[in-house]
Nanobody
Framework: QVQLVESGGGLVQAGGSLRLSCTASGDTHCISAMGWYRQAPGKERESVAAITSGGSTNYADSRQGRFTISRDNAKNTLFLQMNSLKPEDTAVYYC?????????????????WGKGTLVTVSS
């Protein structure tokens, strides 16, 4: 069992920056890859960025260069640095963790989600 808690959201003007954090607790040894998703009002949830336990990253093309994903494995924390924010970045941002470990205490194939943190970018 893994619990995820996001923080760092808020109101920011266009062109500004925010850094989101996600802290994992529980059976953190079960976590392999982690990522950030977002859901804007009236739209479906979409992937923002992902990172493996080894540090390999993947970004949506439209956010390449503005967003940076990173993780501190020792502290079980995931980050998303967001720069040059635009009004269309306004959304609830969710932290995701994948369970891909074949230990008895893990649930292979399970995905864990935080409750989200709201980012609002004003024009």
């Amino acid at each position: 069992q893994v619990q995820l808690v996001e923080s760092g959201g808020g109101l920011v003007q266009a062109g500004g920056s925010l850094r989101l954090s996600c802290t994992a607790s529980g059976d953190t040894h079960c976590i392999s890859a982690m990522g950030w998703y977002r859901q804007a009002p009236g739209k479906e949830r979409e992937s923002v960025a992902a990172i493996t336990s080894g540090g390999s990253t993947n970004y949506a093309d439209s956010r390449q260069g503005r967003f940076t994903i990173s993780r501190d494995n020792a502290k079980n924390t995931l980050f998303l640095q967001m720069n040059s924010l635009k009004p269309e970045d306004t959304a609830v941002y969710y932290c995701n963790a994948q369970d891909r470990k074949l230990w008895y205490s893990c649930s292979y194939g399970m995905d864990y989600w935080g409750k989200g943190t709201l980012v609002t970018v004003s024009s």
